[in-house]
């Protein structure tokens, strides 16, 4: 079961999903746990549910539908590409029409949060107010991008901090130490690619790319000031460093220019001694995708900037759950029965989930479940850092009507795959992150 990938084109561009997408409007239109009109107008199906999912949350769906048999439910596969617009295309329509918002959402890309919970479509519920209890379960650092306006307006499937993933039989039969520095990361990234062409250090091709170098870095990007006003600014030192390493590292050809999800990816995975990466790029990635033998692959704590005290590190998916606004009666109760299930009920987040569950209560079994296997180089040091990983993410990062990666992934990786130099590919985007942000609605400040 894939966790945190929701957005992928493996997944988000097979053939189902597109005639799923195609029909998904009639579906939960027609649906009668689905239909509404308006925040004001709230609406009673009398208990049956629509939810949609992406194709790697079906069996979570799936697993609550046998778990409760008694609760009519229509489960509807979704598009699970980040940064797409079709979910987001078909809540429009319904927002307009007033009626025809699933009950149960697992948000394609975690950015959608910014366009549900707008005063346009006020589609997520106030989770504080409807499930204090789930909220209560979990480490606020992890539910703090769900934390809009004062309340918690969706619920968090999977913890998905950075780790710093190497390969511990290369580094053991070639005498490299292990990097706790991003600086030390991006010289040794640049002395492997010299030392041994063809291995690579990263990846910039996936739109989880800026997360992973620049909400790591601090780098402002995705920086709330208010409703209606962000905080971007690409020359800022934190945002340079990022792009200090990223240049040392292109110019060296240490990184590659696919995505960790594209097809050639299975080639190059391989081929990764090192990388920053989050905690689902174990089992999912490695073992499940790459197909890299048990006792190659470790993960150590995240690595550290010059001059910081603490590591810094970013975070990549840990998708969202919302819940609609628009119902009441026996469909709100039994969606909130549908929320408490895939968040924290065992059956899918701990038998199920690849992913480190962000819910509290259920982290040590999944732990305990995943270390079986003993598929790491060492499997107690590296789950380890899984949970302590989550409070070296910084906080300032939020997701905004503009998506990141997108804007990465028709910037950057375009611009590294035609031979453009890192520079280059760093001020188109820039650029384009800049006008993104206007295109949005917000004004764009370079200072708080």
Not at 200 to 213: I, K, L, M
Not at 435 to 444: D, F
Request: include cysteine.
């Amino acid at each position: 079961m894939k966790t945190s990938r929701n957005r992928t084109k493996i997944f988000g561009k097979t053939a189902g999903v597109a005639l799923l997408a195609a029909v998904a409007l009639a579906l939960s239109a027609c649906s009668g746990g689905s239909g509404g009109t308006g925040a004001g107008t709230q609406t009673d199906s009398g208990g049956k549910i629509t939810v949609w999912v992406d194709p790697p949350r079906v069996p979570a769906a799936d697993a609550f539908k046998k778990a409760h048999p008694e609760i009519p439910i229509n489960i509807v596969q979704i598009d699970g590409t980040v940064g797409g617009k079709t979910v987001q295309q078909q809540f429009a329509q319904f927002d307009s029409a007033k009626k025809g918002w699933p009950d149960a959402i697992f948000f394609p890309s975690n950015d959608d949060i910014a366009w549900a919970t707008s005063a346009k479509s006020n589609y997520a519920a106030d989770m504080s107010k409807e499930t204090p209890d789930l909220v209560k379960g979990y480490d606020p650092a992890v539910l703090s991008m769900c934390k809009i306006g004062g309340v918690y307006r969706c619920l968090r499937n999977d913890a998905a901090p950075d780790l710093f993933w190497y390969n511990a039989t290369f580094f053991r039969d070639n005498g490299y130490t292990v990097p706790t520095t991003w600086e030390e990361y991006a010289t040794l990234g640049a002395q492997i690619a010299k030392d041994h062409p063809g291995f690579v250090s990263g990846f910039t091709g996936d739109a989880y790319a800026p997360d992973r170098y620049l909400w790591a870095a601090g780098c402002p990007t995705n920086d709330t000031v208010s409703a209606t006003k962000v905080h971007i600014d690409l020359s800022d030192p934190k945002c340079q460093r990022a792009k200090s390493i990223l240049t040392t590292l292109s110019d060296a050809k240490a990184l590659s220019s696919v995505g960790i999800f594209d097809a050639d990816a299975a080639t190059v995975g391989p081929k990764m001694v090192m990388s920053p990466g989050a905690v689902w790029w174990g089992d999912y990635l490695f073992n499940q995708t790459w197909k890299i033998p048990a006792g190659t692959m470790q993960a150590t704590a995240p690595l550290t900037w010059k001059g910081d005290s603490k590591p810094s590190t970013g975070n990549e998916g840990g998708g969202l759950w919302g819940m609609s606004s628009h119902i009441t009666g026996k469909q709100l109760a039994n969606a909130k029965i549908f929320m408490k299930f895939v968040v924290s009920d065992p059956a899918w987040q701990v038998e199920l989930s690849t992913g480190l569950p962000a819910f509290k209560a259920v982290q040590a079994d999944w732990i305990a479940k995943q270390s079986a296997s003993n598929y790491y180089a060492d499997t107690a040091k590296t789950f380890a850092t899984f949970q302590s990983a989550i409070s070296d993410v910084p906080g300032d990062h939020f997701y905004q009507l503009y998506n990141t990666g997108s804007v990465w992934t028709e910037t950057v990786a375009p611009a590294l795959v035609s031979g453009k130099s890192f520079d280059d590919a760093w001020t188109a985007f820039g650029t384009d992150l800049n006008n993104q942000a206007k295109s949005q609605g917000y004004t764009v400040v370079k200072s708080k």
